[in-house]
C-alpha cells in the first residue's frame, strides 16, 4: 500500500507514523508489564518526553508509571528526523497515540478472543483489561500479541476515551535523576572495557599540523591517534587524557593565517557579499490566519514609550526619491539593526562516545538532536554502509540547536578506530566548546515605512543579511563534522545553508510581519562564503527579526504619538494575536505609572508565522547596567499537553533570549576566536534572572503548534522597547551592553 492510498482511508496515519509504521518501533511490551515508548525526537531538557509519555499513556489506558521512555535508536526506534523548530509535540504526538491506539486495539482483540467475547466488552483502566468479572494485563498477554507488524490505516488514530493525563501538569519524568544528581548524562557512561580520549584542537579555524612531537609524551601511558591535522590521545585515565594533550600543545607546530573578518564592522562583512537573495514571493506576505477585521485601539490607555528626547528613526528628506515601488505620499521612516554571532554556551561541554566493533558494526553514543542524520554523515565521512552504524541518544545539557554534540561524536568514532573493540569516551574541553562549536550567525536588517498623516503604515520594506543558520551533518552534501576537514583526506566545510521557506526559513525566519500592511517586500541575503563556521541556535534567524520589527513598531509609534500597543493593534487582524497582546498588558499592567529610570516595552510575535502566538512585557530598570526586573508573558500555543512543560520552556526562552540580549557576543581578533571563557563570554546568572509570569491564552480543540522557541524574538524586542522607554535613548545593536547604551546617549548629544 502507498503513502497516496494512505489518506484515502478513513483513519490517515499521522505523517512520522506512516514514515515509520511498524509499531515495534514505537511500543514494546514486556512480560513484566512494562511498556517501553520509543520515539524519533531527543530530550534536550525541554520535557517532551514527559509529555509525550502523557499522551501514550492516556491512549494505552495505563497509569503514567507503567510507561518507561526509552533512549531514540537508529535501529530500534522511529526515525523522525531533527528534534528541531519546535516541533516535537506537534510532530511526534500525533504518531505516538496513534501508534498506542493500534497497540491497545490489537491487546484488546487477543483479550477479547482469550475470552470469546466481542473487542466492544473489553474496557482498558489503569492497565487492567477487563470485561465482566474476567481481567488481564498487558504483561499477561504480551507473548499473545506480535507488534512487529505495520500500522493498520483502519484503525482509529486515537481510542478516544477521555485524556487522564494529556492537558495536566504531570511531574517531569527526568527530573528525580537530574536533582538528585544520578548518573543520567552521557557523561555519567561508563562500559566494559571503557577508555577516554581528547583532542587537539588547532590554534585557529583553518590552521595546518606542519610538526607534531610526540616525544613530549614519554613515560605517559597513552596512544597518540593522528590523520593529518586530526590529532587525539587515547588511554585508560581521563586526567591522563587531559595531561597529554596539554603537552601536545606544546610540542606542535601549525600554518596558521588571518582568515575572520574585523569584529567592529559584521554589517559590512555580512553586507559584502556574495549573497543569496530571496525574496518573499507576494502570495506569502500577508498573514497567515488571513485578513480579519481589526477591533477599535484600546481606550483610556497612555503612551508608554521613550520620552520625546528619544533618538528617532531616520527619516528621508524631502528630496530623496523614493524606491521603486513606495508610495510618494507620506512620510518615509527607516532605521537599521543588528546582532553578533552568538555562542551556544552549554553548562556541560559535548561529549560522545564510539566503539568499534568485533563484527564490523560501529556503536555511537551521542546528544545530536539528530542521530539519523548523524549516522548518515558518519557513514558518509568514513565511507561506510549506513546500516552498519547505530547512534543511540544520551542526554546532556540542553543547547536547543546545532552544538557541538556531532562534531563530540564524530571524534570519539576516529580515536576508537585505533582501539577496536574498545569504547571511546571524548568530552570537550570548555574552551573547545565556545570556541569550535557552531555559531548562532550574527545578522543585520534593515527596514523602512512610509506611513500616512494618521500614523497608519501604508508601505513596508524588510532587508536582511546573515549568514546561513544550518550546517547540521549531511548539510549541502557533506559530512559537516569538524574533524572532517582536518583529515589527510579532508571533506569541505561550503558555508551554511539556510532551510527552505516552507520549512520554517533561517534568515528569513519571522521576517515577514504579523501586521496587515498593505504593500510590504521582504528579502533576505544568505551570505555565500564566510570564515566563521554557522548553523542552527534556537529561533535561527526569528530572534533578530523579531528584534528588528518589534522595534520598529515602537519607532513608528512613537513618532506619531501612538500608544506601542495601540498602534499594534491597529495594525493586527488575527483575533488570537490580538487576545494574546492584551492578555499580556492587561496582566502586565500597561499604561500604569512606573519609577523614574524604569520602561516597560513590548514584543509580539507569532513564531514562523504559523506556530504559537507569544507577547512579551519588560519591565527594566536602567541605572548604571540595565536590569531585567520582570517579564509577562502571554501565549497561545494552540492545544496544551503539560501546561507546567509550557510555562517552563517559555520561562527558559526568556531567560537565554535576556541573556542573549543583554550580554552575548562571539568575540574574535583577524585569527582566532577570543571569547573562550565564561569571563570573556558572559551570560546571565541566576541572581540576574528576572521574575517572570507566563498565561496560557488557550484555544480549546486546537491543534499543538510547539512552545520552545516563541519567546525569544518577542523578549529581545520588549527588552529593547522598554529600555529605550527608561532611559530616552535606543540602541538598535545587540547586546544591550553599558557601553552600548553610553555610547548610544554619546552618539544622540547634539
Not at 584542537?201 to 591535522?229: C, K, N, Q, T
Not at 583526506?489 to 561550503?494: F, I, L, M, V
Not at 504619538?561 to 492584551?582: C, F, N, S
Request: hydrophobic share 40%; glycine share 10%.
Amino acid at each position: 500500500m502507498t503513502a497516496g492510498q494512505y489518506t484515502l482511508r478513513a483513519h490517515p496515519l499521522p505523517q512520522d507514523l506512516e514514515a515509520n509504521p511498524i509499531l515495534s518501533r514505537w511500543v514494546t511490551v514486556d512480560a513484566g508489564g512494562t511498556i517501553g515508548v520509543r520515539v524519533g525526537k531527543v530530550e534536550l531538557g525541554q520535557g517532551i518526553l514527559t509529555a509525550l509519555a502523557q499522551v501514550a499513556a492516556d491512549e494505552l489506558g495505563v497509569d503514567l508509571a507503567q510507561v518507561r521512555m526509552l533512549p531514540p535508536n537508529t535501529r530500534y526506534g522511529p526515525n523522525e528526523g531533527l528534534t528541531s523548530g519546535s516541533m516535537s509535540i506537534v510532530h511526534s504526538g500525533p504518531a505516538v497515540r496513534a501508534a498506542c491506539a493500534q497497540v491497545r486495539a490489537r491487546f484488546v482483540a487477543a483479550a477479547a478472543r482469550r475470552w470469546g467475547v466481542g473487542v466492544e466488552e473489553v474496557t482498558v483502566r489503569h492497565g487492567r483489561l477487563r470485561s465482566g468479572e474476567r481481567s488481564t494485563s498487558y504483561g499477561d498477554l504480551a507473548d499473545a500479541v506480535d507488534l512487529d507488524v505495520p500500522a493498520d490505516p483502519e484503525v482509529p488514530v486515537t481510542h478516544g476515551d477521555r485524556p487522564v493525563l494529556a492537558g495536566t501538569s504531570s511531574p517531569r519524568l527526568d527530573l528525580p535523576d537530574k536533582i538528585a544528581g544520578r548518573p543520567r548524562y552521557i557523561h555519567d557512561l561508563r562500559l566494559p572495557g571503557q577508555l577516554f580520549g581528547r583532542v587537539l584542537r588547532p590554534p585557529s579555524p583553518g590552521a595546518s599540523l606542519r610538526h607534531l612531537d610526540a616525544s613530549r609524551l614519554e613515560g605517559m601511558d597513552v596512544e597518540v591517534v593522528r590523520d593529518g591535522s586530526f590529532v587525539g590521545v587515547v588511554c585508560a585515565d581521563e586526567a591522563e587524557a587531559m595531561r597529554a594533550v596539554e603537552a601536545l600543545a606544546g610540542a606542535t607546530t601549525w600554518d596558521e593565517r588571518d582568515g575572520l573578518p574585523d569584529e567592529d564592522d559584521l554589517r559590512g562583512f555580512l553586507r559584502a557579499g556574495p549573497h543569496e537573495t530571496v525574496e518573499v514571493p507576494a502570495g506569502e506576505q500577508t498573514t497567515p490566519e488571513g485578513p480579519s477585521p481589526k477591533g477599535p485601539a484600546p481606550q483610556g490607555v497612555s503612551p508608554q514609550g521613550a520620552s520625546p528626547q528619544e533618538a528617532s528613526p531616520q527619516e528621508a528628506s524631502p528630496q530623496e526619491a523614493s524606491p521603486q515601488g513606495v508610495p510618494s505620499q507620506g512620510r518615509r521612516v527607516r532605521a537599521s539593526y543588528s546582532r553578533p554571532f552568538l555562542a551556544h554556551a552549554s553548562m556541560a561541554p559535548s561529549c560522545g562516545m564510539a566503539r568499534w566493533n568485533d563484527d564490523g558494526t560501529l556503536s555511537v553514543w551521542s546528544h545530536s538532536q539528530g542521530i539519523h542524520n548523524l549516522r548518515a554523515a558518519i557513514a558518509l565521512a568514513l565511507d561506510l554502509d549506513a546500516d552498519k552504524v547505530e547512534v543511540e541518544h544520551a542526554e546532556n545539557a540542553g543547547c536547543y540547536g546545532h552544538n557541538a554534540a556531532d562534531d563530540a561524536a564524530f571524534d570519539a568514532v576516529l580515536l576508537a578506530r585505533a582501539v577496536p573493540g574498545r569504547p571511546v569516551h571524548v568530552q570537550w574541553s570548555r574552551r573547545d566548546e565556545l570556541t569550535w562549536s557552531p555559531f548562532g550567525s550574527a545578522m543585520s536588517a534593515d527596514v523602512e515605512a512610509v506611513v500616512d498623516e494618521t500614523g497608519a503604515v501604508r508601505s513596508w520594506r524588510y532587508d536582511v543579511w546573515s549568514q546561513g543558520h544550518t550546517s547540521r551533518p549531511g548539510y549541502r552534501g557533506v559530512p559537516g563534522l569538524l574533524a572532517g576537514a582536518y583529515l589527510e583526506n579532508p571533506w569541505s566545510q561550503p558555508a551554511a545553508a539556510d532551510p527552505p521557506l516552507a520549512n520554517g526559513a533561517g534568515t528569513m525566519r519571522n521576517a515577514v510581519p504579523i501586521y496587515d500592511f498593505p504593500d510590504r517586500r521582504v528579502t533576505g541575503h544568505r551570505l555565500l562564503e564566510t570564515p566563521i563556521r554557522s548553523s542552527a541556535l534556537r529561533s535561527l534567524g526569528a530572534f533578530m527579526n523579531v528584534f528588528a520589527i518589534e522595534s520598529f513598531m515602537d519607532e513608528l509609534a512613537l513618532s506619531v504619538g501612538i500608544d506601542p500597543l495601540a498602534y499594534r493593534l491597529m495594525h493586527l487582524g488575527d483575533a488570537r494575536g490580538r487576545k494574546v497582546l492584551e492578555t499580556a498588558a492587561t496582566v502586565a499592567g500597561w499604561g500604569t505609572p512606573v519609577a523614574e529610570d524604569v520602561g516597560r516595552g513590548i514584543g509580539f510575535a507569532r513564531y514562523k508565522g504559523k506556530g504559537a502566538y507569544c507577547a512579551v512585557i519588560a519591565e527594566v530598570a536602567a541605572e548604571q547596567e540595565v536590569r531585567v526586573r520582570r517579564l509577562t508573558i502571554a501565549v497561545d500555543v494552540g492545544g496544551v499537553v503539560n501546561p507546567d512543560g509550557v510555562r517552563n520552556q517559555i520561562e527558559g526562552g526568556a531567560v537565554q533570549a535576556a541573556s542573549w540580549t543583554l550580554k552575548e557576543r562571539v568575540r574574535f581578533d583577524r585569527r582566532r576566536i577570543t571569547s573562550d571563557t565564561w569571563e570573556s563570554y558572559p551570560i546571565l546568572r541566576f541572581s540576574e534572572t528576572p521574575e517572570i509570569t507566563v498565561e496560557l491564552v488557550e484555544e480549546p480543540g486546537t491543534p499543538p503548534m510547539g512552545a520552545g522557541e516563541a519567546a525569544q524574538g518577542p523578549t529581545a524586542a520588549a527588552i529593547g522597547n522598554a529600555v529605550a522607554a527608561a532611559i530616552g535613548v535606543r540602541v538598535r545593536d545587540l547586546p544591550l551592553t553599558s557601553e552600548a547604551i553610553v555610547a548610544a546617549i554619546e552618539a544622540s548629544d547634539p
